[in-house]
């Protein structure tokens, strides 16, 4: 990868090298093809943008090489990045290379508007990244260990008597815990209102929260039921609503860039669910 | 808390509020009294750096109730700030606060000087950013759920047989991994010599990467002694041993502010551990 292009930037100042490395240099998003998985909160993002991007694994011969090259052990990186553990892998550009899912948001959500203005508004950002944090570790983190609390390397059936138990535990404490949560972010005057969760506008944690939220109704779809119909969820369920009624997310979903879910964070075992 | 003070701001320009929300303002760490726990985090953040804070659970009347007013079910957040959902939360002056570990290090680096300067390197501190969220992740997260792989509110004793199995593939799998990736990292060009993560120079990340070698090294002694003496992670070895050197550190660690590992994160159980 060529590095000369940022190395002399450096001696750029900010502002100059904001607008050098702005919108017209190509959005690539490095993940695992043929499952939505953490690359689905990337390609939201783009998509609920207008923002063009190249789903490299999908869309490209490199097919799924591409996720391989990055996080082999021989890959050290180069002279600006850091080898990424793990995609998804944001390229923007030819030298810019960034891992891990709230970094690359956090990264694209002044670019892409999805964070308040920083000159209105410098912290902003930093409490719609929380928001994300939160929803990640509670809504994808947690639900992807209940098929897997033992080993991530192992097969659901080796370790399903034990997920049978995390899941009894999830469905009763942790997610209505985590859905609470943001009903009262939403509940909350920072909220700006209650229709989106930080400022009154759309950021990119309310993205996060709809496929989060969208996940789990996939996994847990007899508790997520039971919980959106106790009505102490209504401002949460209702946000997942406005989110998906956007008109450019309502295209991204009805097309075929929406991959549908399967082994992948978000897995529907029957017997992990139930309305209790 | 009043919120008169930054909505004020909120029609000032970046530039004018970076100045006015800068080091003159005071910081206030809320979290749990009497273990390291996440909060270990910031506090390296401050004492690395000789940043003046306040301990407030441990330093103030406060104590406890301070961590559990912000995190009651009844707090809705105020004009400025969503409610977080646990602690560390860090309050910066009267009317900022911000939650989730890796977002508050993210708020602080650039004010305390823990990652490369932006104006000459706009990208850096997202690479701090990864860094630190994969040490969180593989060396904080996963090794507190090998003492709680099926619930967090439920004993350790109540989840023992899982713990066990846990605990023998976080040692044989999880563990080298990340200490893997993080040698790898440090043998990379980015890393700019190899004896910090990224750039040369001390950042946040290296700081996160000292305490969570230091938390498992805690928890697993038999296990990370097998694999220092293996000769394949010196580069990690050699950073921990480095910033543990750095005079600020040093004074710190020989502080009665370093609290003592006990049920926190980083928990030692004789039968999670074996060099194997």
């Given amino acids: 990868m060529a590095s000369s292009t940022r190395s002399s930037k450096r001696q750029k100042t900010g502002a100059e090298m904001a607008s050098e ?21 990337i390609r939201l993002a783009f998509e609920a943008t207008g923002t063009p991007y190249i789903d490299v694994a999908n869309q490209t011969d490199a097919g799924v090489n591409a996720v391989m090259a990055q996080i082999s052990d021989k890959n050290i990186g180069d002279d600006n990045n850091p080898p990424p553990l793990a995609p998804p892998i944001l390229q923007h550009g030819d030298d810019i290379l960034l891992s891990q899912t709230p970094n690359i948001l956090a990264y694209l959500g002044p670019k892409l508007g999805l964070v308040s203005d920083v000159t209105a508004d410098s912290v902003g ?5 929380a928001l994300t944090l939160t929803a990640l570790d509670g809504l994808s983190n947690e639900p992807h260990d209940v098929h897997h609390p033992i080993a991530s390397s ?5 370790q399903k008597e034990e997920a049978l ?17 943001f009903e009262r972010v939403l509940s909350g005057p920072a909220s700006g209102g209650g229709e989106w969760l930080y400022g009154g506008k759309l950021t990119y944690a309310d993205l996060v929260l709809f496929q989060t939220v969208d996940g789990v109704s996939y996994a847990f779809p007899k508790r997520v039921g039971k919980l959106k119909s106790s009505g102490k969820y209504d401002k949460v369920f209702a946000l997942y609503e406005r989110v998906k009624a956007l008109d450019k997310v309502k295209s991204y979903l009805e097309s075929d860039r929406r991959l549908k879910y399967s082994l992948g964070i978000y897995r529907h075992y029957p017997e992990l669910d139930a309305e209790d």
């Avoid at 490395?21 to 689905?40: C, F, N, V």
């Avoid at 950002?125 to 990244?129: A, G, K």
């Avoid at 192992?154 to 080796?158: G, L």
């Avoid at 138990?165 to 949560?181: E, H, I, S, T």
Wanted: no cysteine; proline share 8%; charged share 25%.
């Fill in 21 to 41: 490395t702005g919108d017209s240099l190509p959005y690539k998003l490095i993940y695992w093809p043929s499952i939505p998985g953490r690359g689905e909160h």
């Fill in 165 to 181: 138990k995390k899941a009894a535990d999830y469905r009763a404490v942790r997610l209505p815990k985590f859905l609470g949560y």
């Fill in 154 to 158: 192992a097969y659901y059936e080796e």
């Fill in 125 to 129: 950002l930093y409490h719609v990244n």
